[in-house]
């Protein structure tokens, strides 16, 4: 009976063996399986965090540029907007320049017009009495209500005017008509005005003089058919 009982678990054992064995070749082809797939995760997972460095990094190289690309545009912009702010002003102050010019040349032509028209010339002279001790300061001229002319001296022409000078205060080509001069001087620390009518002619130089004497001015006029006292 022992015999049979033994002959049958042997028998069993032997029919189970194979069954064993082959579980657990499974079990390590699983595991072979199974450490090779997590080891192609990992590499994968690595691959794509590098790709994702990468794209970091360009993105960041792109955003660079575009910055970079963008200051330089908006100082191009900026010189640009220069350039045309001085163009603009450089042909401003080139239109007022030929404006002035164009003046000048009216003026100078309006003068000879009249000049050759009427030949009129008002000249108006200041001088001192050279026996009186008077220091003048200053000197400012009106014809017909405008300012014509200031001057101030200085002791170097205060003993010019002491030594017979005579400064010419206003020249100009004028149509015969009538005329008001108006001189304030300061002599001595004083005021000095004198005003006169006087009439300019055609084809005439008319001269009015004012002589600072005794602290007063005093006119005197006359005429002449050239240019010349």
């Given at each position: 009976m022992?015999?049979?009982?033994?002959?049958?678990?042997?028998?069993?054992?032997?029919?189970l063996l194979p069954s064993a064995v082959w579980a657990q070749t499974e079990t390590e082809t699983y595991d072979k399986r199974r450490a090779d797939?997590?080891?192609?995760?990992?590499?994968?997972?690595?691959?794509?965090?590098?790709?994702?460095?990468?794209?970091?990094?360009?993105?960041?190289?792109?955003?660079?540029?575009?910055a970079l690309s963008m200051q330089q545009r908006a100082r191009q912009l900026a010189m640009s907007d220069e350039q045309t702010a001085l163009q603009q002003l450089d042909g401003m102050l080139l239109e007022s320049q030929n404006s002035l010019l164009e003046q000048r040349d009216r003026v100078s032509a309006l003068g000879d017009a009249v000049?050759?028209?009427t030949g009129a010339v008002l000249v108006v002279l200041l001088r001192a009495d050279s026996s009186q001790a008077q220091t003048i300061s200053n000197a400012t001229l009106d014809v017909n209500g405008s300012s014509a002319v200031g001057r101030e001296y200085s002791a170097t022409a205060n003993n010019a005017l002491r030594m017979g000078a005579v400064d010419e205060l206003y020249r100009s080509d004028v149509i015969p008509a009538s005329y008001s001069v108006k001189v304030q001087v300061r002599v001595n620390n004083l005021p000095v005005v004198q005003s006169l009518d006087v009439s300019a002619q055609a084809?005439?130089?008319t001269?009015?003089?004012?002589?600072?004497r005794n602290g007063q001015?005093?006119?005197?006029?006359?005429?002449?058919k050239s240019a010349t006292p």
């Open positions: 022992r015999s049979k009982r033994l002959i049958w678990t042997l028998l069993l054992g032997t029919a797939l997590v080891k192609s995760l990992q590499a994968t997972q690595s691959q794509l965090n590098e790709v994702r460095s990468q794209r970091l990094q360009l993105q960041a190289r792109i955003e660079n540029v575009l000049r050759r028209r084809e005439t130089v001269y009015v003089q004012f002589a600072v001015l005093v006119p005197t006029t006359w005429t002449s």
